[in-house]
């Protein structure tokens, strides 16, 4: 089992690179291991997703929260509106 620094390590390269995008990136990846029947990998990104957002969230990021329908959540104020 990786350990906690393994996938702060992934986290913070995902979302340097991926910025944004890095948290659906790791959703999408959970998904495909999961339906993959790959178990450990899809728990694996699934911590790695869980960083992700613990960052977004600590930062103050213009991560936009996604609903569990995998729309985008209403977010008048990343948007300018009110």
């Known amino acids: 089992m990786p350990d906690d620094s ?3 390590a992934l986290a913070r390269d995902m979302i340097e690179v991926h910025g944004d995008e890095a948290s659906g990136i790791a959703r999408a990846n959970a998904r495909t291991a999961a339906l993959a029947g790959a178990i450990a ?3 694996h990104c699934i911590r790695v997703l869980g960083v992700i957002q613990r960052r977004s969230v600590e930062k103050g990021s ?3 929260a996604w609903s569990c329908m995998g729309g985008l959540a209403n977010n008048s104020s990343a948007e300018g509106g009110e």
């Open 6 to 8: 393994e996938e702060d």
């Open 62 to 64: 213009s991560i936009e």
């Open 41 to 43: 990998s899809a728990k």
